[in-house]
């Protein structure tokens, strides 16, 4: 079973663009949730996807948004890139809810 | 607020020897524990979880210690070995109002183990 994939694995950007990642879930996991890992501060939860509807929200301003896709498939969007942005990008999946979430490798995006 | 804490940020043992790694919560409506572990360049991987109704779960080497009173969870890792250098997360989970369930994160813990 192929496990949760996420495009691209590398970014670079700078800042005042707009950035789109993408996470493809394990086959037949429908929750898809989205965390920022930065040195220090671990990883935040910014959202939560289940069957196309955002069911959990962290707290992140509103440049940070998210979609889910009818076949799970998800995709975040950061609009208007601050440096502070630079982080690892990281997408978690599972079967259906939090119990055991099954991570990607991550997008590193570097905002200069 | 840091919901999930991991005060040592860093944590090297010798091959052979027990590694303790702690995590504290404040929050009491967390009903589910778990362990990641996390290696440079790789996504987190699930290591071991623990239920609160538990205090104690085992799994090979790694065993997983609740202490609700106190709120307080560890992990055992016996004996450690060089494989296992890597950034170990801490999380917790619990349902929030819509029925699903939330999982919080500490800031890690990066753990050497000295050949």
């Known amino acids: 079973k192929a496990g949760v994939t996420q495009t691209p694995r590398y970014l670079i950007k700078t800042r005042g663009q707009q950035v789109t990642l993408s996470c493809s879930p394990i086959?037949?996991?429908?929750?898809v949730s989205w965390y920022q890992q930065t040195p220090g501060q671990g990883l935040q939860f910014l959202f939560e996807y289940f069957s196309e509807t955002q069911r959990n929200k962290g707290n992140f301003p509103g440049r940070f948004s998210g979609r889910q896709f009818s076949n799970s498939r998800s995709e975040m969007n950061v609009s208007t890139l601050e440096l502070g942005d630079s982080a690892l990008y990281l997408c978690?999946?599972?079967?259906?809810?939090?119990?055991?979430?099954?991570f990607g490798p991550g997008t590193r995006l570097l905002v200069l | 607020d840091q919901q999930v804490k991991q005060n040592s940020p860093s944590l090297s043992v010798q091959e052979g020897r027990i590694s303790i790694l702690n995590c504290d919560y404040t929050n009491s409506m967390f009903d589910y524990f778990l362990w990641y572990k996390k290696y440079p360049a790789e996504g987190p991987t699930f290591l071991i979880s623990?239920?609160?109704?538990?205090d104690k779960n085992e799994d090979g080497r790694f065993t997983v210690f609740l202490n609700k009173s106190a709120k307080h969870l560890s992990l055992h890792i016996v004996p450690s070995q060089p494989g296992d250098s890597a950034v170990y997360f801490c999380?917790?989970?619990?349902?929030?109002?819509?029925?699903?369930?939330?999982?919080?994160f500490g800031k890690g813990t990066k753990l050497t183990v000295n050949p």
């Open positions: 623990i239920s609160s109704i538990k």
């Open positions: 999380a917790a989970s619990f349902s929030t109002q819509g029925g699903s369930e939330k999982l919080v």
């Open positions: 086959s037949g996991h429908r929750s």
């Open positions: 978690a999946s599972s079967f259906g809810s939090a119990e055991t979430q099954y």
